[in-house]
């Protein structure tokens, strides 16, 4: 019989340095089994943060927070108050070692999620993340959609960390600093700015009812 996964909530701000070592402790520990695997939900303080596929001309302009060189997958991103920070501590050993399939039931997550909040969430191909039409809004390259939640994820002995960003109601003019995961010309939204006002407590509550639809042993 699997253990119980446990699900931990944080009330306060986790410096994106301190999450790191917490998870790669946590890892280890998964992986001799002497812990479970973890979903852990937080918000950071301010912070860009560089995956392993970052560029330096992700940055448009000069900046004024942290920049933290992450261990994570993907390209550059911002993280902080308002945005829900998802953790997937995870071991893929006795199930499907399936990344690609890994990213897709993260997408699915999200957009479980989003449905369940009046919002169509999408894939774009080619471009991992979830994405959502805003009709008041068109893009530099003529379309309308907008980011809402981005993953990057790392994997040690098949047991996976980082995870999962949803913006929620962060302040959206960091990512103009930025080309968000290395993409240019599509902006970037949040649930608070398409009209939907909800605080993080709810958020969690669907992230945690449809976590079983799309994660099954």
């Known amino acids: 019989m699997a253990q119980m996964i446990e699900w ?5 701000l986790v410096d994106y340095k301190i999450a790191e070592e917490t998870m790669s402790s946590r890892v280890e520990d998964i992986i001799s089994n002497k812990k479970t ?3 852990w939900f937080l918000e950071h303080n301010n912070v860009f943060t560089l995956g392993t596929s970052a560029k330096t001309s992700d940055f448009k302009n000069n900046v004024n927070i942290p920049i933290y060189q992450t261990k994570r997958g993907g390209q550059t991103t ?6 829900r920070v998802v ?3 995870l071991d893929l050993r006795n199930g499907k070692k399936d990344i690609k399939q890994l990213v897709w039931n993260i997408e699915e997550w999200l957009i479980l999620v989003l449905r369940d909040l009046g919002i169509l ?10 994405w959502v039409k805003d009709p008041g809004r068109v893009n530099i390259d003529g379309t309308h959609d907008k980011k809402i939640a981005a993953l990057g994820l790392r994997v040690k002995k098949w047991v996976t960390f980082h995870g999962l960003a949803l913006n929620v109601n962060p302040n959206l003019n960091f990512f103009t600093n930025i080309n968000p995961c290395g993409i240019s010309g599509k902006g970037v939204t949040s649930l608070h700015e398409l009209g939907i006002k909800i ?12 976590y079983a639809t799309i994660f099954t042993k």
């Open 199 to 210: 605080n993080m407590a709810d958020v969690d509550k669907v992230f945690k009812q449809t």
């Open 78 to 83: 911002y993280h902080g108050p308002g945005q």
């Open 37 to 39: 695997e973890l979903i």
């Open 8 to 12: 931990k909530y944080e009330k306060n």
């Open 87 to 89: 953790y997937l501590m």
């Open 121 to 130: 969430g999408y894939r774009i191909p080619g471009m991992v993340g979830v």
